[in-house]
């Protein structure tokens, strides 16, 4: 059974840090291209960063040079480093674990960790 785990979210002021974690559990993580995706209330689901399963990093510009995407492929996760936090960060936070087999597309999401940047 494939999951993902996230952790990390809370409540913090604007300019604040925070790191997000996405364990992954059931598949062979080293394959697929991992990233992290928000939703913020009445608003559709967006990619926020990408990393591939060899390890290149992309960026929505609305987070370029405030956020990190990293991976541990020994631990199965992803990190997502978060620096000089606004308000329109404020979102659940969503892991997403992709891999083509073929020419089957495999996809898997978490349940989501909320973030909430506030004063």
């Known amino acids: 059974q494939v999951q993902l785990v996230e952790s990390g979210g809370g409540l913090l002021q604007p300019g604040g840090s925070l790191r997000l974690s996405c364990a992954a559990s059931g598949i062979i993580f080293s394959a697929y291209a991992m990233a992290w995706y928000r939703q913020a209330p009445g608003k559709q689901r967006e990619l926020v960063a990408a990393?591939?399963?060899?390890?290149?990093?992309n960026y929505a510009d609305s987070v370029k040079g405030r956020f990190t995407i990293s991976r541990d492929n020994a631990k199965n996760t992803v990190y997502l480093q978060m620096n000089s936090l606004k308000p329109e960060d404020t979102a659940v936070y969503y892991c997403?674990?992709?891999?083509?087999?073929?020419?089957?597309?495999?996809?898997?999401w978490g349940q989501g960790t909320q973030v909430t940047v506030s004063s």
């Open positions: 990393i591939t399963s060899g390890s290149i990093p």
């Open positions: 997403n674990a992709k891999t083509m087999l073929l020419t089957r597309e495999y996809t898997y």
